[in-house]
């Protein structure tokens, strides 16, 4: 059975950085593209970030460009989401996600991926 397992979140100052991962089992990772998604209190879910199955190609949501950083570790079957300079507005559950995309392809738009794990709360507050 294909498992996603977000762990790393939790509480941190303005200014702070957590190191999110993504555990993965049942499936084979470089199978499958993977994506970190956000969702806020009261607000839609915002894809955040996303790496292809090569791990060559990677996309941000502008509101992280410059501030997270995407990778995956095949051997390790698992995907990190590192977040720097973290401000109050990422406050959010973040999720990762998987889908079958091309070699060298990922998107963050929920359409296409079709497993996700169930989440773990960042909060960024002094």
């Known amino acids: 059975q294909l498992q996603l397992v977000e762990s790393g979140g939790g509480l941190v100052q303005p200014g702070g950085s957590l190191r999110l991962s993504c555990a993965t089992s049942?499936?084979?990772?470089?199978?499958?593209?993977i994506a970190w998604f956000r969702q806020a209190p009261g607000k839609e879910r915002e894809g955040v970030s996303c790496i292809s199955r090569s791990g060559g190609s990677t996309n941000y949501a502008d509101s992280v460009k410059g501030r997270f950083t995407i990778s995956r570790d095949n051997a390790k079957n698992t995907v990190y989401l590192q977040m720097n300079s973290l401000k109050p507005e990422d406050t959010a559950v973040y999720y990762c996600a998987a889908a079958r995309l091309l070699f060298r392809l990922c998107v963050i738009s929920a359409g296409p991926y079709n497993y996700w794990g169930q989440g773990t709360q960042v909060t960024v507050s002094s």
């Open positions: 049942g499936f084979i990772l470089d199978s499958y593209a």
